[in-house]
């Protein structure tokens, strides 16, 4: 079940094998040299599945904080489809030049120029596709800002891509839900309270 990786060789060999359907990096990863060597392994290897989706999240964003358009020419060059996570700081740190008056638009851009999905977190979480679609997520819970958090909605994005679901889809469902779990538990939620929360959400959806 669980395989330590050490390296970026080791990873490429790891991604060769497997050919997992999605991939998440960032949280708690540590920001630095090997953090950019692991994306960059993952977005030069060839995705071995058609709609294999990775999401970039905390240190894996922060990482590219110098050189974004790095980061994007990588992107633009790798056959998986991509997710960005970013919190208010993060998307400062990668899109410190987008003016944009409304959160929607900056997304839009952010999303045209990375040529990722980008999730840009918030009260009013924002979703939209390098192909100019956008969605504003109108159930947003006070609740879910708490340490983790994040980290678990990069992980039911990347749970609901890896199932087949398509990748922006993936994203705006998975904000979705993500909400409803963090309004249904209320106050005194910590991270590791959400993922109890998901299966009575998705039998009611399903």
């Known amino acids: 079940m669980l395989a330590e990786i050490e ?4 990873l490429t060999a790891f991604l060769t ?20 060597a692991f994306v960059e392994a993952i977005l030069s290897s060839a995705p071995g599945k058609k709609h ?4 970039l999240d905390a240190d894996a964003i922060t990482a590219f904080e110098d050189e ?32 944009e008056e409304s959160k929607a638009g900056r997304t839009m851009e952010a999303a045209r120029r990375s040529g990722a999905i980008v999730v840009y977190k918030g009260p ?23 340490a983790g958090s994040g980290d678990v909605l990069a992980g039911m994005i990347a749970g609901l891509a890896g199932q087949g679901m398509p990748t922006y889809e993936a994203a705006c469902a998975a904000v979705w839900i993500h909400a409803e779990a963090g309004a249904r538990f209320g106050p005194g939620l910590i991270a590791d309270d959400l993922p109890d929360m998901l299966p009575a959400i998705l039998r009611e959806l399903l």
């Open 7 to 10: 390296d970026a060789a080791a």
């Open 17 to 36: 094998e497997r050919s997992p359907a999605a991939v998440v990096i960032g949280p708690a990863f540590g920001v630095g040299v090997k953090c950019r």
């Open 52 to 55: 294999a989706t990775l999401v």
């Open 68 to 99: 974004p358009e790095g980061l994007f020419s990588l992107v633009a060059g790798s056959g998986w489809k991509v997710v960005l996570t970013p919190h208010e700081g993060e998307f400062r740190r990668l899109f410190a030049d987008i003016k």
């Open 124 to 146: 009013d979480t924002t979703i939209a596709g390098p192909d100019g679609r956008v969605a504003v997520n109108g159930n947003g819970s006070p609740f879910l800002a708490t």
